[in-house]
């Protein structure tokens, strides 16, 4: 399973970011996408998580200036970041949790990491 995110950079306090995700290999099914971020030092955070269903869940930090949203045809996850805040400066990971096969059991992959710098 790769994942491959997209669209990091830099941005001014307040400004807006778009993440992408794309997920592929062999998956057969997936139960969770998601997005973790993680500064020097600290330990890796959950940002927001979407099931396949459509639920969703956010950090506290984010809820009310984060968007996430998933594609299950495409595999696809994508974090709309708005009002960003300089805290919000970090490595964002994206990962999904899913097997490969019947009986393989479940577990997390990760992509490579896009960083997110905020200027204040």
């Known amino acids: 399973v790769q994942l491959q995110a997209s669209g990091g950079g830099l941005v001014q306090t307040g400004g807006s970011l778009r993440l992408s995700c794309a997920a592929s290999?062999?998956?057969?099914?997936?139960?969770?996408m998601g997005w973790y971020r993680q500064v020097p030092g600290k330990q890796r955070e959950l940002v927001a998580v979407?099931?396949?269903?459509?639920?969703?869940n956010y950090a506290d930090s984010v809820k009310g200036r984060f968007t996430i949203s998933g594609d299950n045809a495409k595999n696809t996850v994508t974090l709309q970041m708005n009002s960003l805040k300089p805290e919000d400066t970090a490595v964002y990971y994206c990962?999904?949790?899913?097997?490969?096969?019947?009986?393989?059991?479940?577990?997390?992959?990760w992509g490579q990491g896009t960083l997110v710098t905020v200027s204040s």
């Open positions: 990962s999904v949790y899913c097997d490969v096969a019947l009986g393989s059991g479940y577990r997390s992959y």
């Open positions: 290999g062999s998956i057969r099914r997936i139960v969770t």
């Open positions: 979407i099931t396949s269903g459509g639920s969703t």
